[in-house]
């Protein structure tokens, strides 16, 4: 494998990956178990745009992430799993039980109708089943849609009809910290506005009592029973696709993220490798939900490739103490551990006791991910968590990247606090400036975009290429648009400032301010709204919502949270506005389109510098906004 691991062999992997990408990668995919091998590595326009990876290769990605695995390490822990309750017994599934678990999901959905190319939404809990079936669509050639079990009904709604999700995959509810979310009402209500679902299979999770309607909804331990635990898997060609991951856009219309299944194994393979160093007999873990990319490319199939023990931890990081994550560190003798800063930074507020009542040297590595760590947060966590031992891996990328693109490689490259540092193999990044042109040299500021494919880019929008081609490909020419602003140091380092679109990222998650301000629309007394992010001591960014209400609010506190329950039941609980402001008018140009630059400013509170204000159509809404300003 060509994982560097000293800084002047990565500087020479990386030469050779851009100079011979093709050869380059073309070795890394030598490595696993193909069906049949490719007749070319890679083809490509970013101009149409088009990315196809090892076409003509054959392959089915579970036979990577578990039957090759099987002479080897049949017995060896494939899951870990710690249940909320830190009193329930956590479980070890081992590579042959994962086998035989992916094995009959696969027959099950087969026997519910399910074929290639279905599409199938997964709304479950973080238990070892949603690995299960995810694999156990790619077992079968099905395309899974994972949906975070966060999410109210009418975000369910939207992922489900926007793909036409055949079957859906739940659980009866799911714990959370001291909470039960009742996953299947959520899932029953939406339903009724899915034509496309014909079955519901239930897993049995919380016990709480749930309406199942005959002949649509079946249990899913009757289900699993039936069936055998062998089933062939289905082949694959390199460019069929894997699975559809919604992500918040600029527009309130979630987009279909499509990934492919050669492409983007081998990604995420290399890059689990290489950012961690991962060594056998290892214990990772990786706190995101499935739900999120993270979820897919490091709990499930990157770890699972690569033969390593996986740890999914169902709970939450506060519940029932806010020592919970260094208690499991300790209790399972975690080695690497791979968080976001918005933990780091809302652990780093309880008592450091929570951290030094547990041994913690078991880790070595650790790593953080989903937006920019600040420095406070990364000093806390080198200093409490990693004892100054741990390498800390900021790993930059995206739901559309599939895999960590700009990174620290653990014990290789040298660390600089809040920065993503270097490119990874293969990766090919360029600043751009407001005029589209290429920024040489260090010391600059400018866009982030892509030069050059890499395996796991994704291939498309589903049903939408040309929002495809709008979002990413039409900003710079022949360049993928990643959305996010960066600097290089003088030392060549990359460092990521944050979005420079209209999407925010609240705790780690990104949030279209279109899609929250077409929530708060839903309000019968919202006339209109306008939604900015504002730096949050603890989520990164919160949500600043300016409203307009048909007539002046009686009890303006009343209606805020109101229309914070609005927001909660249309998207989730994470997109509920953090303020609330009521006003009579907001900045427009003179055609109509709303100046977020100033209401990001009076958001961030700096009233005193809002820009120029003279292409305002209403000047004077502006003094009334200030006025108003929380
Ligand atoms: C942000 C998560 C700074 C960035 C894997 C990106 C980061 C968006 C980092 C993608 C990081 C992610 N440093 N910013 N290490 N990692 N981001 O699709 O703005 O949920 O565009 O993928 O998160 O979020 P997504």
Redesign the pocket.
């Known amino acids: 494998m060509k994982t560097p691991h000293s800084i002047s062999e990565y500087h020479d992997i990386y030469r050779e990956s851009i100079t011979h990408p093709e050869k380059f990668w073309a070795e890394i995919a030598d490595s696993f178990r193909w069906k049949k091998k490719w007749d070319k590595v890679l083809e490509w326009d970013f101009n149409k745009p088009e990315v196809k990876w090892f076409t003509g290769g054959k392959l089915n990605i579970t036979e990577n992430c578990i039957d090759r695995h099987l002479p080897d390490k049949a017995n060896h822990t494939a899951i870990l799993w710690e249940p909320n309750d830190p009193n329930t017994p956590a479980r070890k599934i081992t590579y042959k039980e994962l086998h035989e678990q992916v094995c009959r999901v696969a027959n099950m959905l087969k026997a519910h109708g399910v074929k290639k190319g279905d599409r199938v939404c997964i709304y479950l809990p973080m238990v070892p089943e949603a690995a299960y079936a995810m694999l156990g669509c790619a077992r079968i050639g099905a395309i899974h849609s994972v949906v975070f079990a966060g999410f109210s009904s009418g975000s369910l709604i939207d992922r489900i009809n926007d793909s036409h999700c055949k079957l859906v995959l739940t659980a009866d509810g799911a714990f959370r910290g001291d909470k039960k979310i009742d996953l299947k009402g959520i899932v029953n209500n939406a339903v009724e506005k899915c034509p496309s679902v014909e079955k519901i299979i239930v897993l049995e999770r919380t016990k709480t009592p749930v309406d199942m309607k005959p002949g649509r909804d079946l249990w899913w331990h009757d289900e699993m029973a039936k069936v055998s635990d062998t089933c062939a898997a289905e082949e694959m060609d390199a460019e069929d696709m894997l699975f559809i991951l919604y992500?918040s856009g600029s527009t309130g219309k979630p987009k279909g993220m499509v990934h492919t299944c050669g492409g983007y194994m081998v990604y995420c393979d290399y890059t689990f490798r290489t950012v961690f160093q991962y060594k056998p007999g290892q214990l990772f873990w990786c706190t995101a939900d499935v739900g999120?990319?993270?979820g897919h490319s490091y709990i499930v199939y990157g770890p699972l490739s690569a033969g390593a023990t996986t740890l999914i931890f169902e709970g939450v990081p506060s519940w029932p103490d806010m020592g919970r994550f260094w208690h499991v560190i300790e209790k399972h003798q975690v080695n690497i551990f791979y968080t976001a800063p918005t933990a780091i930074r809302s652990l780093q507020t309880a008592s450091i006791d929570f951290v030094n009542k547990h041994d913690l040297s078991s880790l070595q590595v650790l790593g953080?991910?989903?937006?920019?760590?600040n420095e406070e947060a990364w000093h806390w966590y080198d200093k409490n968590i990693g004892k100054e031992k741990c390498p800390i891996v900021?790993?930059?990328?995206?739901?559309?990247t599939g895999g960590i693109m700009i990174s620290p490689i653990a014990h290789v490259t040298k660390l600089k606090p809040a920065f993503?540092t270097l490119p990874l193999p293969g990766v090919q990044p360029a600043i751009m400036d407001e005029h589209g042109n290429i920024m040489t040299g260090n010391g600059i500021e400018g866009r982030l975009a892509m030069q050059f494919p890499w395996p796991s880019i994704a291939r498309t929008i589903y049903g939408d290429h040309q929002r495809y081609k709008d979002t990413y490909f039409s900003t710079f020419r022949g360049k993928y648009f990643?959305?996010?602003g960066c600097k290089r140091d003088e030392d060549g380092y990359y460092r990521?400032t944050?979005?420079v679109d209209d999407i925010i990222?609240v705790s780690?998650?990104?949030m279209g301010t279109a899609e929250i301000e077409s929530a708060i629309n839903e309000h019968s007394a919202v006339a209109e709204s306008a939604v900015v992010g504002f730096p949050h001591h603890l989520k990164g960014q919160g949500i600043y919502a300016f409203v307009i209400c048909y007539e002046k609010p009686r009890e303006e506190e009343k209606l805020r949270n109101e229309i914070k329950e609005t927001v909660a039941k249309i998207i989730g609980p994470i997109a509920k506005p953090d303020k609330i402001q009521f006003v009579n008018g907001l900045p427009k140009t003179r055609s109509g389109k709303i100046m977020r630059r100033i209401l990001r400013k009076v958001a961030e509170g700096e009233l005193s510098n809002l820009g120029d204000t003279t292409t305002l159509l209403d000047p004077n809404v502006v003094e009334e906004i200030k006025k108003g300003a929380h």
Do not use: C, L, M
């Open positions: 992500t999120w990319i993270t953080s991910v989903g937006e920019p760590i900021d790993t930059w990328w995206q739901t559309e993503a990643s959305g996010d990521i944050g979005r990222i780690g998650h990104n």
